[in-house]
C-alpha cells in the first residue's frame, strides 16, 4: 500500500518555488534526493537555491528572503534541505559535484554513469 509521502512531497516543493518566487532572490532551484529517483516512497527533497549574482548575503534580508534560503528555516517550513549559492562561485560547483555523485552503496540507484542529472527549476 502507498502512502500520501509523494504528494505530500510535491505540494511542498511547490509552495516552496511559489515563495522563492516571491523572494526575488534566486534565479533555480535545483532538485535532488530520492523525490527524483523512481523510488514510490521518496524520503526526502534535497535543493540548490540557485541565488542570482547580485543578491548579497550580507545585508539585512526581508523574512520572505530569509525563509527560502534558511537552511533551519527551509527544514521547519518545508521539509528539505537547501544549500544557497551564487550560480558560478566555487561553493555552487561544490554543491552541484555533490548532488550530481551516484551513491554507490543504494542498490536502487545503481549506474554505470560517472555521474546524474539534476531536475533545474527556473524561478
Given at each position: ?6 504528494p505530500r512531497l510535491t ?66 517550513r518545508y521539509g528539505f ?41 527556473g524561478l
Amino acid at each position: 500500500m502507498r502512502s500520501d509521502r509523494r504528494p505530500r512531497l510535491t505540494e511542498a516543493l511547490r509552495r516552496y518555488i511559489k515563495d522563492a518566487r516571491l523572494a526575488g532572490i534566486a534565479d533555480a532551484v535545483l532538485v535532488d534526493g530520492s523525490y527524483v529517483t523512481a523510488k514510490a516512497e521518496p524520503n526526502d527533497i534535497d535543493l540548490i537555491l540557485v541565488l542570482r549574482t547580485d543578491f548579497d548575503l550580507s545585508t539585512d534580508m526581508h523574512p520572505m528572503e530569509y525563509n527560502v534560503q534558511s537552511k533551519r528555516a527551509v527544514r521547519k517550513r518545508y521539509g528539505f534541505d537547501v544549500l544557497p549559492a551564487v550560480e558560478g562561485s566555487k561553493t555552487y560547483e561544490e554543491y552541484v559535484r555533490l548532488f550530481s555523485q551516484i551513491r554507490r552503496d543504494d542498490p536502487e540507484h545503481q549506474s554505470g554513469q560517472p555521474a546524474k542529472g539534476l531536475l533545474r527549476i527556473g524561478l
